[in-house]
Each structure stands twice: as C-alpha cells, then as structure tokens.
C-alpha cells in the first residue's frame, strides 16, 4: 500500500489498539490524532505510535486517507459536525462503536453517506485507556465493517484490505444486522448478568449467605456485571429497539420454563439442558466476541500459613500481573483450592508454566 494517512479522534484502548496495529503493519504510514487526554497523546507521540498531535477537532485531519471516530460515542456526532467541512472528499469516515445504526443515522444527516463506512473491531479488556492499548489486541479478532447504500465498493474492498493488514479477521454487514446480532451475544447478557447479580443481591440472606457460597459457574455467568455502567446505559439506549425484542423472547422462554418446572416436565427440561450444551459446544474455544475469555488457573497448594503469598511473590518476581487471587471455598465444578485470574492469555500461560516448573499442580479454567 502506498504512503498515506490515517487520523484519530480519540486514542483511547481501541484507538489507540488500532493506531499501533497499524504502526506496526504499513511502513511508510502517517498518523495523526486528536485526544482530551494530553497524557495519552504525549505517550503515542514518545512511542513513534503518531506523528503529529493535532490540539483540537478541526483542518488538521483535512489530509487524513482514513479517519477514525474513537472516542466515546456520544461525543462521535460532535464531532463529525466539526469535521465534515475539513474532510477531503476521498477521505473514509470509520468509527469503531458497538451500535452502528445511531451513527449511521448521524452520517446520512450529515450528508457524508457516501464515504462512511462503520466499524466495530470485536475486541476489548477490562482495562481501558491508551495506556493499555496493543497492536496484538486486534489479531485474530472479528472486524465487523458496514458499508451504507452509498459507499463505493471499492471504498469497502480498500477498508477490508486495510483490517486484513493489522491481523483482524473483517466481517461485512449492514448496520441492522450487526447490531440485531450483537444485541443477541453482547448487550443482552450484559443486561441478564447485571439482573442476575441485583436478584441474588436482593433475595440474600441478611448473612449474606447466597454471596458467601457463590459457586464459580454463578461467577462465570454474570462476571460480565462487573463492566463500565456509563458505558453499558449508552450501548442499551442506542440499540434499544433490538434489546428490547430480543429480551421479549428471553422473558417468554423464561416463562415456558417456569411452566416446565411447575408441572415437573422431566423431558422438557433434560432437552433444555441437552439442547444447551450441544449448541454451546460447536461454537470455536475463541476470544474474539464481544464477550471475552476469563483467563484463571486453579492451583492446589498446601493449607499452611504463607502458601498463597508464596505464589503471588513467585508470579510478581517474574512481573505477571494478577487480576484476581483468592482460595475458592465453594469447588462443586472447580479444581485446585486456589484460583488465580489473570488480564491476558500470555499472562495465564507464562505463570502456569512458572508454577509447574516450581512443583505446583494446576488445572486450566476459561
């Protein structure tokens, strides 16, 4: 690919993911950025990650290629009005939300159609900010692109091109698709998780006795409630109208189950189970969606004073972060007495090889 530039508004964790996957993959490219976080900005420039740090949302981005809209999504229609009389009419206007029909909406009313293409790079962490931003974030991941009615289709070919080149795996979609299919796998169990978590809250004994023996498969299910609330209220208020039908389905199979219960309907409830986990096998042992891979190891170690801080000393001298460590008291579907959570994959892998090496026998949990 030939020299050209790409601009960023906002380089937070998926803008600034995107800038350094890019760095790292195009020689040759120039990138410039705008962010209200100087901090962020100052970094990327110290990393050779950008170029140029442009001090506001305006005639800087008028030579960018590509311009991507990564800040927060409510400030996206902001600024794209700020923008459209400095875009150059070849330039390709991205964003990279997880609802594509608001800002959908917003482009058409702008009149900028014609060289809008949404984006959605299915990939995240629990951390967030430029700071925790990692070109290998994006590999392997699912990036959904959705071209409008007006988008050339060599526009849509060159932006595929371009997701092929950072090791993304690109998805073409229209933006009612996408956004019915992420409110079925992301933005509804984000909503049952978090319902979940306030039922248990709500129906715990004043000893609190439900929080206590919470076993890990409940922990599993709803660890997702543990996301941004700004964050989660945006995406449900933008894709409403999907959630909503979709959550009417969920409540009437609750209800048939509640029914199946209450007559003791043994076949319909084991061919709701069977049927559950024929289907939840096919899918691919992947961490590309939405909902991400908890990567834990379970570990048994002796129950003797100074065991569980002989491991966490063990993984800080060999600089592994660790999200979560704790004894697992409640072991119906779990192996190991200690149970280790760790923010990446390669995290998980390099201390369970640390550990083995030293003695200790693990068990791997996703």
């Known amino acids: 690919m030939s020299f050209f530039t790409c ?50 949302v305006g005639e800087g981005f008028s030579s960018c290629d590509y311009l991507f809209l990564s800040a927060p999504a409510p400030k996206n229609a902001e600024n794209l009005t700020r923008l459209k009389k400095y875009l150059s009419p070849n330039c390709l206007l991205t964003d990279v939300g997880s609802v594509k029909a608001d800002i959908h909406r917003h482009v058409e009313a ?68 996408h956004d019915y299919a992420t409110a079925a796998v992301s933005h509804l169990p984000h909503i049952i998780a978090a319902s979940l978590v306030n039922l248990v809250r709500d129906s715990d004994t004043k000893e609190e006795l439900m929080k206590l023996i919470a076993a890990g498969g409940f922990k599993d299910i709803t660890r997702i409630a543990s996301s941004s609330a700004s964050m989660w209220e945006q995406i449900c208020l933008t894709n409403a109208e999907h959630i909503s039908a979709l959550l009417g389905h969920y409540m009437e199979t609750l209800a048939s189950i509640k029914e199946q219960l209450e007559r003791r ?38 129950d003797e004073p100074g065991a569980l801080a002989s491991i966490a000393t063990i993984l800080a001298l060999n600089q592994i972060s660790i999200k979560n460590i704790g004894i697992t008291h409640n072991r119906e579907a779990e192996e190991g007495v200690l149970l280790i959570e760790f923010y990446e994959k390669e995290a998980m892998e390099k201390a369970g090889y640390i550990l083995r090496a030293k003695g200790y026998r693990l068990y791997g949990r996703k």
């Not at 508004?9 to 790292?24: D, E, F, M, R, Y």
């Not at 994006?138 to 080149?165: F, G, H, Q, S, W």
């Not at 049927?275 to 170690?301: C, N």
Request: charged share 15%.
């Open 265 to 302: 309907q043994s076949q319909e409830l084991y061919w709701l189970f069977d049927s559950a986990r024929v289907y939840r096998e096919s899918f691919l042992d992947v961490s590309s969606g939405p909902i991400k891979t908890s990567y834990s190891l379970s570990v048994d170690i002796a």
């Open 110 to 177: 702008l009149g900028l159609s014609g060289q809008f293409i949404g984006g959605h790079p299915m990939a995240g962490s629990e951390r967030c900010g430029y700071q925790n931003s990692k070109a290998v974030l994006l590999e392997n991941a699912y990036y959904i692109l959705t071209p409008t009615d007006r988008t050339p289709p060599e526009k849509t070919a060159a932006y595929r091109e371009l997701v092929l080149k950072i090791k993304a795996l690109p998805l073409i979609l229209t933006q009612a698709e």
């Open 7 to 56: 601009g960023f508004v906002g380089l937070g964790l998926i803008g600034g993911s995107i800038a350094k996957a890019l760095k790292q993959n195009i020689p040759g490219i120039r990138i410039v950025a705008h962010d209200v976080n100087q901090t962020a900005l100052q970094a990327a420039l110290s990393e050779q990650v950008i170029d140029q740090a442009l001090p506001a």
